[in-house]
Structures are given as C-alpha cells and as structure tokens.
C-alpha cells in the first residue's frame, strides 16, 4: 500500500490554518458577543483578542507536537502517546460522529442557506445543494491533497481579500465612529460580568475554531520541523488582526446598539452602508467561506480516521491509501457519507445546537492534546527536540487551564439553561457510546 505523499508546503499550511478557522463566525457572531458582555464594546473587543491569544498559545504548543512527530493523525496521536489509546480513541470517536461531520454538515447547510438568497430555492432543493457541496468537496478531496490544497489556497486567498476589503469600505464610510468610546466600559460587576465574559468566549472560540485542524496533515507537510511553528505563528497572528479589523468596521458602521442587535452583521453593516443590493455580496463571500472551511474538514479530519485504523481501533478499510490518487480516500468518503446523512436529517439550527452540546466534548481534548506535551517531553528526555514552544511550561499550562475554564463554564451554563443542558448530556452520551467500540475494536484487533 502506497504511503500518504508529502506535499503540502509553507504557503499551503499557513492558508490552511487561516481557511479552517474563517467560516461563518466573522460574518455572524460579533453581534451576539456584544450582547453576551452587555454591550461593553471594550470588554466585546477584548474577548476577541483573548481568544485570538488562546488560540495562538494552543498552536505554538501544537506546532512542538506536530514538529516532534510529523505523523498523520495530529492531535489523535499527540492523545494517544501522552496519555493513551483509549483518551484518543474517544477523540477521534466524537470526531467522525459529530465534530468533523457536524460541522460539514452544518457548513454545507449554511452555504444552502446562503445560496438560496441569490438563487431563490425551495427547503428541499437546499438540502440537494447541501449534499452536491459535500459530493464535491469529498470528490476533490479523494482526488488528491496536491488538488484540495490548491482549491483550499485559493477559497482561502478570495475570502480573505473579500472581508480585508469590505472592512475598508465599512472604516471608510461608516458613520458611527463617535458612538464607540461612550461604549467602551463595562456596565456589569462582580460574578456576572466574569459569568458573561466566559460565555461570549465559548462563542468567540467557536469563531476562532479550526486552528487545530492542520495537524491532522502532519504526515503529509514538507519539511514539518520547521513549517508548522512558523505556519501556525502567522496564521494565529493574521486571524486575530483580520478579525479585530472586521469587528471594528461593523461598528463604524452600524454602531454598538446596532451591532448589538444584529444577528447577521456582516450583511446588515453591508447593507447599512452600501445599500441593499451589496448583501448579496456577503452572501457570496459566505458562500466561498462555507466552501473553504468545509473542503478543509474534509481535506483533514480524515487523516485521525486513517490513523485510528492503523492502530486497529477503526474500520480497517479507512486505513487504505488510494494507490492511484496517494489520498485516504475510504477515510475521506466515510466522513463524506455521514455527513450527507447528518446534513439530510435536519436543519441548520439543530445542527448549532448538536455542535454547542459538543464544544465542551472538543475543549476536553484541545486541552488534554496541550497537556499532552509533558508526559511526550518527559519520554524524550536526552533526544533532541526540533522545535521547542517559546515560553515552557507557561504556554502550554495557561492553554490547558483556559480550557479546564471553558469546559467548566459551559458546563455551569447548561445547568442555567434547560436546552443547553439536554445538548449537554446528548453530547456526554455521544462520547460514552465510544466505550463498548472501544473494547469491540480492541478485541477484534487481538483475535
């Protein structure tokens, strides 16, 4: 069986980085984080540069993984070799089940959504248009990383000048700039100021989410040693800037009541300076966004699949390289299958509320994936390390207890809200279901 081939550069790691994490968030989520934090534009502000740090301490910590051990799988692998078979088995379960797929689906039926404001469609035929995203994604993919990366670089490149654009125009036009330093102070003290603030970063971390993703393609990045820690620098670097300008330009041109009181800001400040008829220029910058991000799930995310196989705790097919296309093609098209079948049973507010359940599930493992880095460092004691994440132990400990804090919060907040609490113990549910497979796939591989 061939090997996975080593084709993705600086360039295609570093766009890769940028082009999972860029979804839908930007385009949606800053009016409901100033909400969260009662309006205070400066606290709002601040939770987008938080998690824009969180995040750049969890990839520098990763870049050192991924560095020492440049193998397909990612975080999965990092799990497992720090604290065993079992922990990353059950990341990689919630993985396929609903992380990965979940979150395909969910893009694919936001991109229908999208679509259907420029191309008037019934709900049906947007579930169609779901599927036929995923079909494509999923072909590219199984065709070839040299051919996915390429899409990725260049969805990635469009999206990227569209919002730095539509930024300008907003800084430049807008006429609510003299409204912001009035809001910039907090209105909340104590316990609920801090309640409020955790709140607004689980959804900004939700903004931010995806930075993770690269790893997976460790076996396939060129020169790993030296790709990953300057990648992952840049791109973390990149997003929060990018993300701080699109926030300001929604307040120069909506205002912070505005903002506030938009669920679709992007659209509405776009529309509030530009006139109606620049929405659809949103909608199609979400559009290549929602395709962006859903070809690099699926460009990635198979990889822990393929790795869970070939530690024979998967179907053993899923660890099958294309001898044609040098792609995990099995892995690519089971994540391709599912999450057609996932986007086909429901619509896209069930699928928000399945991921939020899930969020807390992912920060368990984005934090164990982090602590991962001292037991791995203790095991390579008197071997040279090929990166070494600046600020050890602190960089790593800090990620680790944000996200003991996220997961704790999320937890605090679900015993507030009877929904959130359902989407909880679904989520819990989920993960223990990986259990018997565990032991099923276990058994099987020793028999």
Same mark, same amino acid.
């Given at each position: 069986?061939?090997?996975?081939?080593?084709?993705?550069?600086?360039?295609?790691?570093?766009?890769?980085?940028?082009?999972?994490?860029?979804?839908?968030?930007?385009?949606?989520?800053?009016?409901?984080?100033?909400?969260?934090?009662?309006?205070?534009?400066?606290?709002?502000?601040?939770?987008?540069?938080?998690?824009?740090?969180?995040?750049?301490?969890?990839?520098?910590?990763?870049?050192?993984?991924?560095?020492?051990?440049?193998?397909?799988?990612?975080?999965?692998?990092?799990?497992?070799?720090?604290?065993?078979?079992?922990?990353?088995?059950?990341?990689?379960?919630?993985?396929?089940?609903?992380?990965?797929?979940?979150?395909?689906?969910?893009?694919?039926?936001?991109?229908?959504?999208?679509?259907?404001?420029?191309?008037?469609?019934?709900?049906?035929?947007?579930?169609?248009?779901?599927?036929?995203?995923?079909?494509?994604?999923?072909?590219?993919?199984?065709?070839?990383?040299?051919?996915?990366?390429?899409?990725?670089?260049?969805?990635?490149?469009?999206?990227?000048?569209?919002?730095?654009?539509?930024?300008?125009?907003?800084?430049?036009?807008?006429?609510?700039?003299?409204?912001?330093?009035?809001?910039?102070?907090?209105?909340?003290?104590? @316990?609920?100021?801090?309640?409020?603030?955790?709140?607004?970063?689980?959804?900004?971390?939700?903004?931010?989410?995806?930075?993770?993703?690269?790893?997976?393609?460790?076996?396939?990045?060129?020169?790993?040693?030296?790709?990953?820690?300057?990648?992952?620098?840049?791109?973390?670097?990149?997003?929060?800037?990018?993300?701080?300008?699109?926030?300001?330009?929604?307040?120069?041109?909506?205002?912070?009541?505005?903002?506030?009181?938009?669920?679709?800001?992007?659209?509405?400040?776009?529309?509030?300076? @530009?006139?109606?008829?620049?929405?659809?220029?949103?909608?199609?910058?979400?559009?290549?966004?929602?395709?962006?991000?859903?070809?690099?799930?699926? @460009?990635?995310?198979?990889?822990?699949?393929?790795?869970?196989?070939?530690?024979?705790?998967?179907?053993?097919?899923?660890?099958?390289?294309?001898?044609?296309?040098?792609?995990?093609?099995?892995?690519?098209?089971?994540?391709?299958?599912?999450?057609?079948?996932?986007?086909?049973?429901?619509?896209?507010?069930?699928?928000?509320?399945?991921?939020?359940?899930?969020?807390?599930?992912?920060?368990?493992?984005?934090?164990?994936?982090?602590?991962?880095?001292?037991?791995?460092?203790?095991?390579?004691?008197?071997?040279?390390?090929?990166?070494?994440?600046?600020?050890?132990?602190?960089?790593?400990?800090?990620?680790?207890?944000?996200?003991?804090?996220?997961?704790?919060?999320?937890?605090?907040?679900?015993?507030?809200?009877?929904?959130?609490?359902?989407?909880?113990?679904?989520?819990?549910?989920?993960?223990?279901?990986? @259990?018997?497979?565990?032991?099923?796939?276990?058994?099987?591989?020793?028999?």
């Amino acid at each position: 069986m061939p090997p996975l081939l080593r084709t993705l550069r600086f360039r295609d790691l570093l766009l890769l980085f940028i082009g999972s994490v860029i979804g839908s968030g930007i385009f949606r989520t800053p009016g409901p984080i100033l909400r969260q934090v009662d309006g205070s534009v400066g606290l709002s502000l601040l939770v987008w540069t938080v998690g824009g740090v969180l995040s750049l301490l969890g990839a520098l910590t990763y870049a050192e993984l991924a560095a020492a051990n440049p193998e397909a799988g990612g975080l999965y692998c990092y799990i497992r070799d720090g604290f065993g078979r079992i922990s990353a088995f059950f990341y990689g379960w919630c993985l396929f089940l609903v992380i990965a797929s979940g979150s395909v689906a969910a893009l694919a039926r936001a991109f229908s959504e999208y679509f259907a404001r420029i191309v008037p469609i019934s709900l049906p035929g947007q579930t169609i248009v779901a599927v036929v995203v995923i079909g494509i994604v999923t072909a590219v993919n199984v065709w070839g990383t040299r051919k996915s990366s390429d899409l990725q670089n260049w969805t990635t490149l469009v999206k990227v000048g569209i919002i730095v654009l539509l930024s300008a125009v907003l800084l430049s036009i807008g006429r609510h700039a003299r409204e912001i330093p009035a809001a910039l102070g907090a209105t909340q003290h104590g @316990l609920g100021l801090w309640s409020n603030f955790g709140l607004a970063m689980i959804t900004v971390l939700w903004a931010y989410e995806g930075w993770q993703f690269g790893t997976y393609s460790a076996g396939e990045v060129i020169d790993p040693q030296r790709n990953f820690p300057r990648s992952f620098l840049a791109g973390s670097l990149m997003l929060i800037g990018l993300y701080l300008l699109a926030v300001v330009a929604y307040l120069f041109a909506l205002g912070p009541a505005g903002m506030a009181a938009s669920d679709t800001i992007a659209a509405n400040a776009v529309g509030q300076v @530009l006139g109606p008829w620049a929405e659809k220029i949103v909608a199609l910058t979400i559009l290549i966004s929602t395709f962006s991000a859903a070809n690099s799930v699926l @460009l990635t995310a198979p990889r822990v699949f393929y790795a869970m196989a070939n530690d024979n705790l998967f179907f053993k097919k899923l660890a099958e390289v294309h001898p044609r296309f040098q792609t995990p093609a099995a892995a690519v098209i089971g994540l391709g299958v599912w999450s057609c079948v996932l986007v086909s049973a429901g619509t896209l507010g069930s699928f928000s509320k399945l991921i939020g359940g899930v969020i807390f599930i992912g920060w368990i493992f984005y934090g164990l994936g982090a602590a991962a880095i001292f037991p791995i460092r203790r095991a390579s004691q008197g071997r040279p390390i090929p990166y070494r994440v600046p600020g050890y132990p602190w960089t790593p400990l800090v990620f680790v207890l944000a996200a003991a804090a996220i997961v704790g919060n999320a937890i605090f907040l679900a015993f507030r809200d009877p929904d959130q609490f359902h989407n909880l113990i679904a989520a819990i549910v989920i993960m223990l279901l990986g @259990l018997p497979a565990y032991f099923f796939w276990r058994k099987r591989a020793s028999s």
